[in-house]
């Protein structure tokens, strides 16, 4: 195995001051210099550019059409209507603005649950492996495995165990606990929602595990031995010191784990399929359902383009809240 | 810090709380696809009344696992060699020179990210018909539009780990060889490269993995001949009798070569995100 030295956060900085040529001393190949980089970075640059940058234009071009099933096969002439679908979006009493309102709330609420849980439950086990303790190794792998496993294969294997008749947890909840009378539908109906947010936790919680474990084993023991010292408790010392200290990387992990759950597709798809039930429609799957079901694709796009507006801001004012100045860029 | 007695308790309790929510569902997995059929049919049971490998057999006819399989591997494979090889440019530019547009490009790449899957979903859907009328050539339905895709996919984090862990390669050694006539590609190629075999090796699988399980592009993009098996095992389950051993069988097939390689990588992919948070 190969090792090579890391370097510190300063060193890595100091190399990185703006202006500073890192090439040849000599400046042998200075010519060279001007287009090399560029070279470099040009398929990375055509290849976002035709799967995400075109597309996007297009999504915004395609909200101000009335996209729909007649006009797929010669979609470059459906006809522009401009704000019409933004209006059928945004109008609370219309049907189709009424569920998007419900839709986003919706969404909301599963993202906050899923966020909070995913990083109580990643905190406790980073805030925990980050001691000495016996197996650490061991434990830090296995707690892997939740977020190795694809998406498709955990999520299959949920719907099986929230299966009425033949699934585990009817079985722990009604046959071996008695915590239940009936045996409860889990996919379906109101319970579908809590289901999603178990699958969701399930998965994404090693995530938060991962990244705030490598902020804690950043954070030099010192402080919190002094803070001991001084006679903190535990739970002090974690509030006064080491949340402070990996603030910038928390403010990162919440951020990407609020970003994944908002655009949550997969878990609710796998589970439940192209249409689920109503109490677990999340924003994707209903963008999804007027796009491909009902070939809406303009009013899919218009509510495309409104979601990133609000994720735009959110995402911003998160950062300007969260994440103090000059880290911005990491 | 001193582990005072109420500590190590809080721990163990922690520690046996999660690895039970971890290793339960797991659990059921792996001794649902050891059971009989009747087993599963029925009220479930902790412990298999019989043990048999049939399912690992029988799951091969009953669902087209092994087009499915083939399928993902292609297209997992593809996306992610290419991925690496437009990551390496890009992150050995970002890493090495300092040129106009280099924070707009990083900036860029990674706000690419934030973007929801759903919103270039349908014009890519729209672009990639478009250029079967136009061009005659047929992408949805192909391994190559889901190559492509997913490869962009990947992109962003691949670029950022590389580019931190190029960062923290010395350059002294770059600089003797470019001295001695290496040229910047010559140095890239087998200076870098070979230093960050390992971590090249942890974003690839990285890449892997996205492509491997990616749901939404994959239900669009691919039809019967090209599905995969994030998309192709779901489809399955709509049928009106599930035979779950299985289908728990299939999963279990279907995770263990990125579960190994993911874990197998996974000290890399730590010091690659260390590397990248600096």
Do not use: C
């Amino acid at each position: 195995m190969v090792t090579h030295r890391s370097e510190t956060d300063a060193e890595v900085r100091a190399r990185r001051q703006p202006g500073q040529l890192s090439d040849t001393p000599n400046g042998r190949d200075s010519r060279r210099r001007h287009w090399l980089p560029y070279v470099l970075i040009l398929p990375a640059v055509v290849a976002e550019l035709i799967i995400h940058v075109v597309p996007i234009v297009l999504g915004v071009w395609t909200s101000m059409t009335q996209l729909t099933q007649l006009h797929i096969r010669d979609w470059t002439n459906a006809p522009v209507i401009w704000f019409d679908n933004y209006r059928h979006g945004l109008d609370p009493a219309g049907a189709i603005g009424s569920a998007l309102g419900d839709t986003v709330l919706r969404t909301l609420a599963f993202t906050v649950l899923v966020v909070a849980l995913s990083w109580i439950i990643g905190m406790l086990a980073a805030y925990v492996l980050n001691t000495r303790v016996r197996g650490a190794r061991g434990f830090r792998l296995l707690f892997l495995v939740p977020f190795a496993v694809p998406t498709f294969a955990s999520v299959l294997a949920w719907s099986f165990m929230f299966s009425r008749d033949q699934g585990a947890v009817n079985h722990v909840l009604v046959d071996q606990f008695g915590l239940l009378d009936e045996r409860p539908f889990w996919l379906i109906g109101d319970n579908a929602f809590w289901a999603m947010v178990v699958v969701a936790v399930w998965r994404l919680w090693p995530f938060a595990f991962l990244m705030l474990l490598a902020a804690l084993q950043g954070v030099p023991g010192e402080l919190d031995d002094a803070a001991a010292v001084d006679g903190a408790s535990r739970w002090r010392t974690f509030r006064s010191i080491t949340l402070p200290a990996i603030r910038p990387v928390n403010a990162v992990v919440i951020l990407i784990m609020g970003l994944w759950s908002f655009n949550e597709f997969s878990v609710p798809y796998v589970l439940f399929g192209p249409r689920p039930p109503e109490s677990a429609t999340l924003l994707a799957a209903l963008i999804y359902e007027h796009s491909f079901v009902h070939f809406g694709m303009g009013l899919g796009a218009a509510m495309n383009v409104l979601v990133l507006m609000f994720l735009l801001g959110v995402s911003l004012l998160f950062l300007r809240l969260f994440v103090p100045h000059g880290r911005r860029h990491a | 810090m001193r582990e005072g007695p109420g500590f190590r308790w809080f721990r163990r309790g922690v520690l046996t709380f999660l690895t039970l929510i971890t290793v339960v569902p797991l659990y059921v997995v792996v001794s649902s696809s050891v059971k009989p059929l009747a087993d599963v049919q029925g009220r479930f049971s902790w412990i298999p009344r019989e043990v048999t490998l049939s399912p690992y057999v029988d799951t091969w006819t009953t669902v087209p696992l092994a087009r499915y399989l083939v399928n993902s591997l292609i297209v997992a494979a593809v996306s992610a060699s290419l991925a690496l090889l437009v990551a390496v440019a890009a992150a050995y530019a970002l890493s090495r020179f300092t040129f106009r547009g280099d924070r707009a490009f990083r900036l860029a790449v990674l706000s690419t990210q934030m973007v929801p899957g759903m919103l270039f979903l349908v014009p890519l859907f729209l672009i990639f018909s478009q250029v079967h009328t136009w061009l005659g050539i047929r992408v949805i339905g192909t391994h190559a539009g889901l190559i492509v895709t997913f490869m962009t996919f990947s992109l962003p984090f691949a670029i950022w780990m590389l580019t931190g862990l190029f960062a923290g390669i010395p350059r002294e050694v770059e600089e003797a060889a470019l001295l001695d006539g290496l040229g910047r590609i010559g140095v890239l190629l087998r200076i870098v490269l070979p230093l960050a075999r390992p971590a090249l090796a942890a974003v690839g699988i990285f890449a892997f993995v996205i492509a491997w399980g990616e749901v939404l592009f994959a239900s669009v993009l691919s039809d019967a001949d090209t599905r995969t098996l994030a998309v192709g095992l779901r489809a399955y389950i709509t049928q009106s009798t599930v035979l779950w051993n299985e289908l728990m069988a299939a999963s279990v097939i279907a995770s263990v070569p990125v579960v190994v390689g993911f874990l197998m990588l996974h000290r890399h992919l730590m010091r690659g995100l260390g590397a990248g948070l600096r």
